[in-house]
């Protein structure tokens, strides 16, 4: 199984929104929901931020919000704060014998 | 409380077998739906998952690595143990392992501190 796409980098202002999408194939992203983000601050552990696609862990601020359309998911965050600013994986179910693949990460950054 | 911690050599040398040790509270590994995890992280790189162990001892790894990975549990202890060969470079990478979820969901809950280990002579 090939890692997810995800774009290297991405951008936004203090109370904006941004998005960050995740490219998979008809075999994993497009046939399961069951794909799940992380955040990942620098030098920390990472932290689940959404699961099944657009499950909020308690906890997880009600900005972070998932979708998925095809092939690809994504990961929306509203209102963005200066402590959002990290890098975000997603992983999706792929099958029995391969459970998990990631994305090859994102990073945010809040202008 | 779930808590999860890596342990083992934090460098080895290249051709060398590195055995890490991830103990853990707060689950049980006889738990049906449960399962831990290994993923490791290269510096200034992505996650890579690498294996996975099921709570009936049913067992997965990454298919780029299969040859050289070996998972284990051991539930009287709470622990499970990743065994890699023939170590290389550029397997120097921060190693975690973390709680897995897969009853419905699929997804790392809780994750340990991580360890890194270096692979240099």
């Known amino acids: 199984q090939s890692a997810l796409t995800q774009p290297a980098s991405v951008s936004g202002s203090p109370g904006q929104s941004i998005t960050i999408s995740c490219t998979g194939t008809?075999?994993?992203?497009?046939?399961?929901?069951?794909v799940s983000w992380y955040q990942q601050h620098p030098g920390k552990v990472p932290k689940l931020m959404i699961s099944e696609v657009n499950k909020r862990p308690s906890g997880v601020s009600n900005r972070f919000s998932g979708s998925k359309s095809g092939n690809t998911a994504s990961l929306t965050i509203s209102g963005l704060q200066a402590e959002d600013e990290a890098d975000y994986y997603c992983?999706?179910?792929?099958?029995?014998?391969?459970?998990?693949?990631f994305g090859g990460g994102t990073k945010l950054t809040v202008l | 409380q779930i808590t999860l911690k890596e342990s083992g050599p934090t460098l080895v040398k290249p051709t060398q077998t590195l055995t890490l040790t991830c103990t853990f509270s707060?689950?049980?590994?006889?738990?049906?739906?449960?399962?831990v995890g290994w993923i490791r992280q290269p510096p200034g790189k992505a996650l890579e998952w690498l294996t996975l162990?099921?709570?009936?001892?049913?067992?997965r790894y990454s298919p780029s690595l299969k040859s050289r990975l070996t998972i284990t549990k051991d539930t009287s202890k709470n622990q499970v143990v990743l065994t890699m060969t023939s170590m290389d470079p550029v397997d120097t990478a921060t190693y975690y392992c973390?709680?897995?979820?897969?009853?419905?969901?699929?997804?790392?809950?809780?994750w340990g501190q991580g360890i890194l280990v270096t692979v240099s002579s």
């Open positions: 992983s999706s179910y792929a099958s029995s014998s391969t459970p998990v693949v």
């Open positions: 707060g689950f049980s590994l006889r738990t049906y739906g449960v399962g």
């Open positions: 008809s075999s994993d992203v497009g046939h399961f929901n069951l």
């Open positions: 162990i099921y709570w009936d001892n049913d067992k």
């Open positions: 973390a709680h897995y979820y897969w009853t419905s969901g699929h997804y790392f809950d809780y």
